[in-house]
């Protein structure tokens, strides 16, 4: 079992900067692939980014790709979303998940991690 608890969202003009934090619990967190995704009003669940367990390797979606980072410490049991040049197209909830899995295909789709936090906001002003 992990627990998921999103931090650092908030309101930021557009161009500003944001981190987002998302801290877990349980002693295994190395063990899972780690990701972002986000959902904004009316829309579905976007996949953002995904760290890898040891945090090599990372995958981004066309929108972050450039802008954002993701990055991980294990010994903190903590996921981090380093966002710049934000757009009001940003705004969104945003979501950390853990997948026991690691894999190279299927990543962005949601249904294929087992926990989620409960988001943290993020609005980007024009």
């Known amino acids: 079992q992990v627990q998921l608890v999103e931090s650092g969202g908030g309101l930021v003009q557009t161009g500003g900067s944001l981190r987002l934090s998302c801290a877990a619990s349980g002693r295994t967190f190395s063990t899972y692939s780690m990701a972002w995704f986000r959902q904004a009003p009316g829309k579905g669940r976007e996949f953002v980014a995904r760290?890898?367990?040891?945090?090599?390797?990372?995958f981004y979606s066309d929108s972050a790709k450039g802008r954002f980072t993701i990055s991980r410490d294990n010994a903190e049991n903590t996921v981090y979303l380093g966002m710049n040049s934000l757009k009001p197209e940003d705004t969104a909830t945003y979501y950390c998940a853990a997948d026991s899995i690691s894999r190279v295909n299927g990543y962005e789709l949601g249904g294929v991690y087992q926990y989620w936090g409960q988001g943290t906001q993020v609005t980007v002003s024009a």
């Open positions: 760290v890898r367990r040891d945090g090599v390797a990372t």
